[in-house]
């Protein structure tokens, strides 16, 4: 059943917050804004972000004014449509679960779906990427994957927007998805964005979620289930620096039997302003009876002063299951281990460098693109290079 | 050959109410080949010493020369000392997440060596290095330090210390925390680095347990930040059936 482990950090640099009950929202989800009270900061899903830095998205006072460039990239028999509002596909796999999810799913005029016929296995990945050219822009992506399709995508977010949005993973019965999403923005950006997975029947559904850039990312990272035997692999990494606020909020709502889901999220921070979320919701209803899941999320700070708060949540509403479990832990690389390394002839830089991409490297392994796994570990020594300078 | 050689040496910690002298002139040289002891009573400034030579931050040196073949030690930042030749054995290793051992000891002998040892012959030698310390191949997929049992630690310590074969290697401590099986262990593998003749040992310890298995060429009392005597191998004994009283009562300390 449920264990909870928190390895001390050494210092006042981690936070592990009480639990939380998964569906304690101030509202139950909804596609109307209206719904949505504007938020005051104390609420338990807002009580972490810095508010007034969305820039209005919280609110109503964020006027669509900005363009993102958006490239896809589509193998031979993946379709790209734009669609309207009332287009059936849109809206299939979740509803906002939050004003600002809400404010995107009110706000945007048309909606990309992009289609992955049934029974297709694209040899290239799809490649979605969206540059931001400044302004506030909202957003709606359908990713509808058909019976036994399996495939790759890749979402980019680089340069600079204000932006909120919700993407749609509509996994069929039986089919494999694998999406990575990379977070690559300018330092000035706001993301806030809401990832709905609907799994089908025997359907496997695997996110990579990787952040690095943005002043403040928010995803809210969401798998459901259309049928028994599904399974979700949830795997994260990020990378806060120095003034930036990184939260990424998930939810696995087991509500068929027999469905897995493995949730595994890594962040290392640096800079006294560094500050990352992490919320791991679970929840297990009456029906999902031979549910197995697991979900895990560690922290390494680099540098004083940075801040995490992580909070594991598992809510178990029946008996008859395989597992469940969590845990949490946050760590520093300290001046001892950077000590001890030295002490050894690794120079400090390599050392800084040995300690981060030991961290990561099974999360990176996950990905299984190639060119992503690269670039990713170029960003992380980059970002290390920039710490140390 | 190369000689350590430690020259009225004066260490303070910063403390409450400002600095504090633990180390008062400190004079010692160490040749290759040859094994010293130094002994002393807890808080005697033994692991100053072993700290101060590593060149931990913690420490200021505020007077006296450390030098290495002539080359000034304590110039060099800690990563240097290693690769000149200085190695000290942790009485706390520390751990260090999501670095497993066989990286960072390869990663390690990469900078001591200047090159990338061939992975052929490398895997081969840490085996071998592992198999005679008792310790489990599984060993090497562990994360440094993390978990480890304190005999674990010391045998990772000494591992190292086997393969990154030091001019001077620094011994702190080492028996502290060892059932008599590790300590046997351990001790063996010192004695394999100091047979080759190569290395000068200093060895840190408070009780004489040790020296029954690494038998030393001088011992040395440590006593209120330095050495009040020297002699031979028989000075330990005298050590052992006597205890420190002497030295302590004094007011040395």
């Not at chain 1, 900005?66 to 031979?76: F, H, L, Q, R």
């Not at chain 1, 359907?203 to 809210?220: E, I, Q």
């Not at chain 1, 949540?313 to 008859?320: D, H, Y």
Request: net charge negative.
């Amino acid at each position: 059943m449920a264990e909870a482990q928190s390895i001390p950090a050494g210092g006042a640099v981690a936070v592990a917050a009480e639990s939380t009950v998964a569906t304690r929202m101030s509202a139950p989800p909804s596609f109307d804004v209206a719904d949505f009270p504007v938020p005051h900061g104390r609420e338990e899903e807002w009580r972490f972000t810095p508010l007034e830095r969305l820039r209005g998205l919280h609110d109503g006072t964020a006027v669509a004014d900005g363009s993102v460039k958006a490239e896809i990239v589509a193998p031979d028999g993946v379709t790209v449509e734009t669609v309207g509002r009332d287009d059936p596909r849109v809206g299939r796999a979740g509803k906002p679960a939050d004003r600002v999810a809400a404010q995107a799913f009110s706000a945007f005029e048309k909606a990309t779906v992009v289609t992955v016929p049934a029974e297709a296995v694209p040899a290239e990945p799809v490649r979605v990427s969206l540059h931001g050219e400044g302004g506030v822009t909202y957003g709606h992506t359908v990713f509808d994957i058909g019976r036994f399709a399996e495939v790759v995508l890749i979402l980019d977010h680089t340069g600079d927007t204000v932006r909120a949005a919700n993407v749609e993973f509509q996994v069929g019965e039986g089919a494999k998805l694998t999406v990575v999403s990379v977070q690559d923005w300018a330092d000035t950006a706001v993301h806030c964005s809401q990832h709905n997975a609907l799994v089908g029947r025997d359907a496997t559904f695997k996110s990579v979620v990787v952040t690095f850039g943005g002043d403040v990312v928010r995803l809210h990272p969401r798998v459901s289930y259309a049928g028994p035997g599904g399974e979700a692999e949830l795997y994260g990494l990020y990378f806060t620096d120095n003034g930036q606020h990184q939260e990424h909020r998930l939810l696995v709502d087991h509500s068929a039997a027999n469905c897995r889901s493995n949730v595994a999220y890594k962040g290392a921070l640096q800079g006294a302003r560094a500050r990352a979320v992490w919320i791991g919701d679970v929840l297990i209803r009456a029906a999902a009876t031979g549910t197995d899941t697991y979900e895990l999320n560690r922290n390494l700070v680099l540098t004083d002063g940075a801040r995490v708060d992580s909070v594991p949540n598992l809510e178990i509403e029946t008996g008859e299951i395989v597992g469940a479990g969590h845990a949490s832990a946050t760590g520093r690389f300290e001046d001892e281990q950077l000590f001890y390394l030295m002490a050894r002839g690794i120079p400090a830089e390599e050392a800084r460098r040995l300690v981060v991409r030991g961290f990561f490297a099974e999360l990176v392994q996950q990905i299984g693109v190639p060119d992503v796994e690269e670039r990713l570990i170029a960003r992380l020594e980059a970002e290390l290079a920039e710490s140390i300078a | 050959m190369a000689t350590l050689e430690i020259h009225d040496l004066h260490v303070s910690v910063d403390g409450e109410g400002g600095p504090k002298e633990i180390l008062r002139g400190v004079d010692l040289t160490v040749k290759q080949g040859e094994t010293h002891a130094i002994m002393g009573p807890n808080g005697s400034g033994k692991s100053t010493l072993a700290y101060s030579l590593a060149g931990h931050p913690k420490y200021t040196i505020t007077g006296g020369t450390v030098t290495l073949d002539g080359e000034d030690v304590l110039d060099m930042s800690v990563d240097e000392r290693a690769r000149a030749g200085v190695f000290l054995a942790m009485q706390y290793p520390v751990e260090v997440p999501g670095v497993s051992v066989s990286n960072f000891l390869r990663t390690s002998a990469t900078a001591i060596r200047g090159e990338a040892p061939r992975l052929r012959t490398w895997v081969k030698e840490v085996k071998e290095t592992m198999q005679r310390l008792e310790m489990d191949p599984s060993f090497a997929e562990r994360n440094v330090n993390e978990g480890f049992s304190g005999g674990e630690k010391k045998r990772h310590e000494i591992l190292q210390l086997e393969l990154l074969k030091p001019k001077i290697a620094i011994l702190d401590e080492t028996d502290s925390g060892l059932d008599i099986d590790a300590l046997r262990i351990v001790s063996e593998g010192v004695n394999r680095v100091r047979d080759s003749g190569e290395v000068g040992t200093l060895l840190i310890t408070h009780y004489t347990r040790i020296l029954r298995y690494i038998k030393p060429d001088h011992v040395h009392v440590f006593a209120g930040g330095r050495i009040v005597e020297s002699g031979g191998p028989e000075l330990a004994d005298k050590l052992e059936a006597e205890g420190y009283e002497q030295y302590t009562k004094g007011g040395v300390s």
